[in-house]
């Protein structure tokens, strides 16, 4: 068995693979799938340091996703684009499957070392994003900023997660420091540039959540309050965008339409585009139901689709008494519901996935 140092490989890849980025081609999921997928067989077979038990349940429910995501692949119309993604998305089947060995064979870590690296990658993440959008232009996508991850939803998906997690420790910690202040205002900063209403909204009930249920100081939860109904009253008009909203209802009636005429088997990995009965009044390809789990069923078959929902939940479950990672994961899932998956955001849900058969 070859020796390495599998947790520093790990931590480093929070903060590396959100940095990665082909500036050339503008293929900015191409390199994080590559290192994602040698990632995760690494960890599969080199993983030396896992000392811990799986139980049965997730190793069903993994081994689901992957038998169903892989019939799906096999009967879709294009096998080569849905096993290994689209050229400029790459979440196919290769993904999923790098995702279950990935969350399978994650180093045992404390979850605090975790958080920590997110809370610096998020910052770190959120300055080159505000460094290349602000300075260089560069990253922008209908003037909201996407920096490295590639697109504004998956860098304000990321960073609905970071910031929660950072302004966790701002209200527990007895002994503050600068660099979670200066963190959690850049990351703020960077996420508000995203525009991603989905995830802004997420961080808000997450955090609203967070403060009620656990009865913290009052001043926070009207803090959030406050700064929420700022946000609403700047960004009003995009948050009730009539046209944005009906088009999403569009694509959802579709979706269900057409899992009703393939629900076993769904259309495969990155064929969504051929299957939508939409009108052609959209910007770009509508290759994305913009709604995880129906995005799910319909690419991957009902039971694809029902199985990641289980996984959602057994996540949830695992994580509840753990309170940072259980509000951080609910706020991803709730930013998801009106959003699609990205490398980076299969690796985080692998990363929650590993945390919680460690609880």
């Not at 490989?9 to 980025?21: N, R, T, Y």
């Not at 997660?161 to 202040?181: C, G, H, P, Q, S």
């Not at 005429?261 to 770009?284: C, M």
Request: glycine share 8%.
């Amino acid at each position: 068995m070859i020796k390495f140092n599998n947790k520093k490989l790990f931590l480093g890849s929070i903060i590396i693979l959100p940095l990665l980025f082909n500036p050339f081609t503008g293929n900015v999921e191409g390199v994080k799938f590559i290192v994602f997928l040698l990632l995760s067989l690494w960890l599969c077979f080199c993983n030396t340091d896992k000392n811990y038990k799986i139980k049965n349940p997730l190793i069903i429910i993994l081994a689901t996703i992957i038998i169903t995501g892989g019939l799906a692949t096999i009967f879709s119309g294009d096998i080569y684009t849905s096993f290994f993604g689209a050229d400029d998305r790459r979440i196919g089947f290769l993904s999923y499957l790098a995702f279950s060995l990935l969350a399978l064979n994650s180093p045992k870590l404390q979850p605090d070392k975790i958080k920590k690296y997110l809370i610096v990658s998020g910052f770190i993440t959120s300055f080159t994003s505000l460094t290349l959008g602000l300075v260089f232009k560069l990253g922008l996508f209908e003037n909201r900023i996407s920096g490295t991850l590639g697109n504004p939803n998956f860098l304000g998906q990321f960073l609905a997660v970071t910031i929660f997690l950072t302004a966790y420790e701002l209200i527990n910690r007895k002994k503050r420091d600068a660099f979670l202040y200066i963190s959690f205002f850049v990351q703020i900063s960077a996420l508000l540039m995203t525009g991603n209403r989905a995830s802004i909204l997420a961080l808000i009930i997450g955090l609203v959540l967070y403060l009620f249920l656990n009865r913290k100081r009052i001043v926070y939860l009207l803090y959030t309050l406050g700064f929420s109904s700022l946000i609403t009253i700047l960004f009003w008009q995009r948050f009730i965008s009539l046209q944005s909203i009906s088009t999403r209802f569009e694509l959802y009636f579709s979706a269900i339409k057409a899992i009703i005429k393939s629900p076993l088997l769904g259309v495969g990995f990155e064929q969504i585009q051929y299957a939508l009965d939409i009108q052609n009044r959209y910007t770009l390809v509508a290759d994305r139901v913009h709604q995880l789990f129906l995005d799910a069923t319909l690419s991957g078959g009902i039971f694809f689709g029902v199985t990641l929902v289980c996984l959602s939940f057994f996540v949830l479950k695992k994580l509840y008494k753990k309170k940072d990672f259980f509000y951080a994961f609910l706020i991803m899932l709730l930013s998801l519901q009106f959003g699609f998956m990205g490398v980076f955001g299969l690796f985080l849900f692998a990363v929650s996935v590993g945390i919680a058969i460690k609880e």
